[in-house]
């Protein structure tokens, strides 16, 4: 079955470092995004980029984030200068837009800032 | 504004006991999208169900069963003869028909006791 992969799984950086967590979609799918769940909270919408750009993006969102599509596979979260409060679970997520809401999830991507 | 409530924050029960998980949403939308994930200890989030508000019929899945009444707006979660690895974190969620992004609620973190 195939499956929204992510990597890393967990990564541990030092405050004001960038960070790149990086996805792979499922290979048909268009509409891709980026959930964020800080620990013991709810799961937080940050962005969903379609056709090579961001069709909508949450107040969360700011000039410290940043997503691309480098290349037909990828699809990548860069955090410029990351804050403590950057620390948390970043799920990546794709639709083939096979129903409203399909969207398949990664497994996540566990970040801790120091 | 469209908005999931969960008011359970947590809940323990006793192996082979029967649970139910409220959801209450919001939305003045007609058409939308319900959902129920499952997040286990390992962090992952996992799909257990769709429901659009077109179809209210109940819904069995082996001991899983779910309660869709447009009426008090609520799309409750029934375990029956829950097991040890039940134990996770299980969330409500919604997505209108015309948007893409997912509404999570703040989730309700289940413990079964042996």
């Known amino acids: 079955e195939p499956e929204v992969t992510q990597t890393p799984s967990h990564q541990v950086t030092q405050m004001g470092q960038e960070v790149i967590l990086r996805c792979v979609p499922i290979s048909n799918h268009l509409y891709f995004y980026w959930y964020r769940q800080i620990l013991g909270q709810k799961v937080e919408f940050l962005v969903s980029?379609?056709?090579?750009?961001?069709?909508?993006k949450s107040e969360i969102f700011d000039d410290q984030f940043s997503v691309e599509r480098p290349d037909g596979s990828n699809f990548t979260l860069k955090i410029r200068s990351t804050k403590l409060e950057d620390s948390a679970m970043y799920f990546c997520?794709?639709?083939?837009?096979?129903?409203?809401?399909?969207?398949?999830f990664g497994e996540g991507s566990r970040l801790t800032v120091l | 504004a469209q908005k999931v409530t969960q008011a359970q924050t947590e809940i323990s029960v006793v192996e082979k006991e029967d649970v139910t998980l409220d959801c209450v949403y919001e939305t003045r939308d007609t058409t939308y999208y319900l959902f129920w994930y499952k997040q286990p200890p390992s962090g992952e989030l996992v799909f257990l169900i769709r429901r659009n508000s077109f179809d209210e019929q109940n819904e069995i899945s082996g001991r899983y069963s779910w309660n869709f009444q447009k009426s008090t707006s609520s799309f409750n979660f029934t375990i029956t003869a829950s097991q040890v690895v039940d134990s996770a974190v299980y969330f409500c969620?919604?997505?209108?028909?015309?948007?893409?992004?997912?509404?999570f609620g703040k989730g309700t973190r289940l413990h079964i006791l042996p």
């Open positions: 997520a794709s639709s083939g837009r096979g129903a409203p809401g399909e969207l398949f």
């Open positions: 969620a919604l997505i209108l028909n015309r948007d893409d992004k997912i509404i």
């Open positions: 980029f379609y056709n090579n750009e961001i069709s909508e």
